[in-house]
């Protein structure tokens, strides 16, 4: 079992202080699979996290058992100063009530974004539409000082039940791709947009894993580069042992292309003082 960088209470008391040595700087950390805590000027947002044993929990005695390589990070009841969540689509890995409700619990005016198309299911599997927000592909929302507009994605298909968002924090675009396959039109999408950051999953699809597939780690470099991403994070490895692949190709296509990235491990944390066009 993969144990993170930093964990429960050493996590938490990082976040406090990074945020209030450096509030000025761009802080992300990743909290396994496609989940990270990103951190700017007194704003906490989270990206699709998973932060329970609820798939393992329940795959446990069929034959797919979700059996996990890595230790959970941190509780969720225990992040605090949440005010935005996202999540891209209805897989439990990426809209868990196990996370969102203790989550939502400890930030009560936390807004949780959602694509449109998933409003009723999430909120039938939270048991609350409160602090639901649903934004339909092309749409964009300003909420409290992010601006967040949906994206397509293809998981496998282009439906309007899987997004990705472009998150605009400050001075710094963030894209978060959800689950995706590469899809006609893909980078003339994006590149308008020229992230600072692109979040991509490297898993692949494979059909034994009877799983829908995500990049693999050399599209996911091919990617980040066409669309002009300063810097590329990947994701979606190292949770399940059914559905993970190492980040040696995108590592490796990242050096070829001379793409900047940067490969987190669970509850690492990296911080970046300037956006890259501003001299960081």
């Given at each position: 079992?993969?144990?993170?960088?930093?964990?429960?209470?050493?996590?938490?008391?990082?976040?406090?202080?990074?945020?209030?040595?450096?509030?000025?700087?761009?802080?992300?950390?990743?909290l396994g699979q496609s989940g990270y805590l990103v951190a700017h000027q007194g704003t906490r947002l989270?990206?699709?996290?998973?932060?329970?044993?609820?798939?393992?929990?329940?795959?446990?005695?069929?034959?797919?058992?979700?059996?996990?390589?890595?230790?959970?990070?941190?509780?969720?009841?225990?992040?605090?100063?949440?005010?935005?969540?996202?999540?891209?689509?209805?897989?439990?890995?990426?809209?868990?009530?196990?996370?969102?409700?203790?989550?939502?619990?400890?930030?009560?005016?936390?807004?949780?974004?959602?694509?449109?198309a998933n409003l009723a299911f999430a909120a039938e599997r939270l048991g609350s539409s409160t602090n639901?927000?649903?934004?339909?592909?092309?749409?964009?929302?300003?909420?409290?000082?992010?601006?967040?507009?949906?994206?397509?994605?293809?998981?496998?298909?282009?439906?309007?039940?899987?997004?990705?968002?472009?998150?605009?924090?400050?001075?710094?675009?963030?894209?978060?791709?959800?689950?995706?396959?590469?899809?006609?039109?893909?980078?003339?999408?994006?590149?308008?947009?020229?992230?600072?950051?692109?979040?991509?999953?490297?898993?692949?699809?494979?059909?034994?894993?009877?799983?829908?597939?995500?990049?693999?780690?050399?599209?996911?470099?091919?990617?980040?580069?066409?669309?002009?991403?300063?810097?590329?994070?990947?994701?979606?490895?190292?949770?399940?042992?059914?559905?993970?692949?190492?980040?040696?190709?995108?590592?490796?296509?990242?050096?070829?292309?001379?793409?900047?990235?940067?490969?987190?491990?669970?509850?690492?944390?990296?911080?970046?003082?300037?956006?890259?066009?501003?001299?960081?």
């Amino acid at each position: 079992m993969i144990r993170p960088v930093l964990q429960d209470d050493a996590f938490l008391t990082d976040v406090d202080h990074a945020t209030a040595t450096q509030p000025e700087a761009l802080h992300v950390w990743w909290l396994g699979q496609s989940g990270y805590l990103v951190a700017h000027q007194g704003t906490r947002l989270l990206l699709d996290p998973y932060l329970s044993n609820s798939l393992s929990e329940k795959y446990a005695a069929t034959d797919k058992p979700h059996t996990r390589m890595t230790e959970r990070v941190v509780a969720p009841e225990c992040l605090r100063g949440i005010s935005l969540i996202t999540s891209s689509h209805n897989h439990t890995d990426h809209l868990d009530a196990l996370t969102l409700r203790p989550l939502l619990a400890t930030n009560p005016t936390a807004q949780l974004v959602v694509p449109t198309a998933n409003l009723a299911f999430a909120a039938e599997r939270l048991g609350s539409s409160t602090n639901l927000v649903g934004l339909g592909i092309g749409e964009t929302a300003t909420l409290g000082c992010v601006q967040v507009t949906a994206v397509p994605a293809a998981h496998d298909e282009l439906l309007p039940c899987y997004v990705g968002y472009v998150l605009k924090i400050g001075s710094w675009t963030l894209y978060h791709s959800g689950d995706t396959l590469l899809y006609p039109g893909m980078p003339e999408k994006l590149a308008p947009f020229a992230p600072d950051i692109a979040f991509l999953p490297i898993n692949g699809r494979l059909p034994e894993r009877r799983v829908s597939g995500n990049l693999w780690g050399d599209e996911a470099a091919r990617l980040a580069k066409v669309i002009g991403a300063k810097r590329a994070i990947p994701c979606h490895y190292e949770l399940f042992t059914f559905n993970t692949e190492p980040p040696d190709l995108f590592i490796q296509t990242c050096d070829t292309l001379s793409q900047p990235y940067t490969v987190l491990c669970a509850g690492e944390r990296v911080s970046f003082p300037l956006p890259p066009s501003d001299g960081g």
